[in-house]
């Protein structure tokens, strides 16, 4: 077991902490100025761990090490939401970096070679898991021409403005990463529920989102008789009440929905609703069910239109994510990890948040490792975890590496 | 019964309608420069008919009859709304001018008094019936001095724009107005529906608007157990589904109540929704009912609130407004009028939509008459009414206006 150094850990996070900090929250938007300073200072953390640091042409940092052999890769992604907390991403980067020395400074395993990646907006500021995409290759070129932020600003421009038009982008190399593992906040409430300080992923959930569209008639709403009316906005309300009640026979205590916008038009006291949009999400491990929530929801439709008056219209609003399970063996080495360092503190469970683990996972052998979220908040100034769990999750992540790398070196020798 | 010009009637408001013209609609907001230019038009229109005309220091147009004697009052008002159509007001300005002539014409009509009114902003632009708030004697200075419009326009930099600071106020003169007639188009379904051509209004209904905020928590839509989440979305729509089925159990077929809009907060498909605002309005002729709707919407809150987890708060948006009665003895006049005019056509009926005649009706015996609208459609550029309904309309106000007005001065006398 190699033994990571808890204040260095801790003392790391908090210095990252600084960059955007806005005590106790964090505002670190993908390529901002304050983020691109936060990159600066990692990739300097990384050299000072021996590792060979760069920023690459999305602004990924990427830490690679100078070992000879088969590398663990271990990382997560250092932006924030625009109210983000301190530790969603970044502790699982801090952890990388920490274990790349913890390994190094011991004599048994400094000739193991750990990898450490910060993936640029992962939270989608511009575009969602836009380092781990061009990392495994995913084309990424109209994304950088196309995407931009709320304030409107180009991705490419945002890029140019930090420096990194024409740097190289860090690519999958083809052999070299025998696991990646993503250690993150639980962003959940299940680990503090249930009194567990780690937990091991199974599955990373998948997620469809789709609109529901009611189109009826735009009415005057103090001359119109309720018995004429084609109310939109009224017929979305039982809708989405027949939906609840249908999704109850398909689902198990893991599956989530929810319907987390809706937009009256044209949205006035005095107007009876002429068209009304829900937004609807839904996630679970299970992708049989997924599909039976989709085919529900569409036979929904398929009813309501019978009935005339309203018209619904469902539409994706996204391409399906289908659920990602988790390496076996590498969970195996997480669990065998987590129960020695903590007997009996540990558990199983899915991963409702998405990561980038689940890109990786296509190429790599991937697993996931979670500390609890207090109060399970996340995205969210407060979002915050016991420094307790914090310097035990990355003991655990630490032994597991050596672990999953010695058994990888024994399997290639 | 004085013959009213059915082409000078139709010539005008299609000149009317020029004044921002989008074919077919209109859109002329109050004291904006092409609403102005429509005033400034109207103003002179109202001098060739005879009448004394001034553009008051609220944008109000009123043009004052030379004859002595006890007057009569027609007014509406000129403005629209930003997806306005071009007879929603306008149609009662432009009969209350062509009455003025038709009236000024005829040898045993002329020494007749007919006062026309387009009255400022009833669309509320800046400030919803700001014109007749001002005739009435209500105290404005306050909603001049902070009302804006959507842009941010404050409505006394409007009055400036427009010429109007310093200008008098039109005020209602004591003793002069032995009625007040408001002509209007229907802006509902009902006379199209049951084949009538003419409405006397009986009451414009009263009206309530209430919003109710559920809160509850906001938390991750991935890594939230259903069993935990205080979601205020699925509350509100749970609500909604309750309150329905109440207000089932109070109204009348003539009750109206709308959810305009809802909004949730932070309104993420990613996101469980910690706050849910749900904008309510009811209308109803019955000052009972209106009460009794009120405390069982209160009712409903108390006992959702008894159950935990999402709270919910009741508040009043705007001061009641009560359903105002119109005087009874001129709805004989203009029922009279009608079976004369359109025999068998006409049927009495309350006015779901607000109007400058309850405020007015506060001061002197008001009445309103309507005709129909095609499709029951207003506040949409396509708003429109048959010429032979609008033509009829005005016939029928102008037999009724010389009825009034004659047996005003026989009694006076």
Known sequence: MSKINADRLLNDLKQLRTFGSTSPGVVRLALSPIDMESRRWLADRMSDAGLDAVIDGVGTVFGRSRKSGAALLIGSHTDTQPTGGWLDGAMGVIYGLEIARALAESKETSHLAVDVASWSDEEGTFAGFLGSRSFIGDPVDETIACARNREGQRLQDALEAAGLTGAPRVRLEKGRHVAY????????????????????????????????????QRNHAGTTPMSIRRDAGAALVGFVARMNEAFQQLVDSDTVWTVGRIDLDPGSLSVVPGQADMYLQFRDANAARLRAME???????????????????????????????????????????????????????PSGASHDAQLIARHIPACMLFVPSIGGVSHDFIEDTAEEHIVLGCQVAATAAVAILQEMSARRS
């Open 181 to 216: 593992l993503e250690p993150h906040i639980e962003q959940g409430g299940r680990l503090e529920a249930t009194g567990k300080s780690i937990g091991v992923v199974t599955t990373i959930v998948g997620i469809r989102e789709l609109r529901v569209r009611f189109t009826g």
């Open 295 to 349: 085919e529900k929801l569409a036979e929904l439709v398929r009813d309501f239109n019978v009935e005339g008056g309203v018209s619904a219209l469902l539409m994706t609003l996204h391409e399906p994510e289908e659920p990602v399970t988790m390496d076996g063996a590498l969970q195996e080495h997480l669990a065998n990890s987590s129960e020695a360092v903590a007997p009996g503190r540990w558990v199983r469970m």
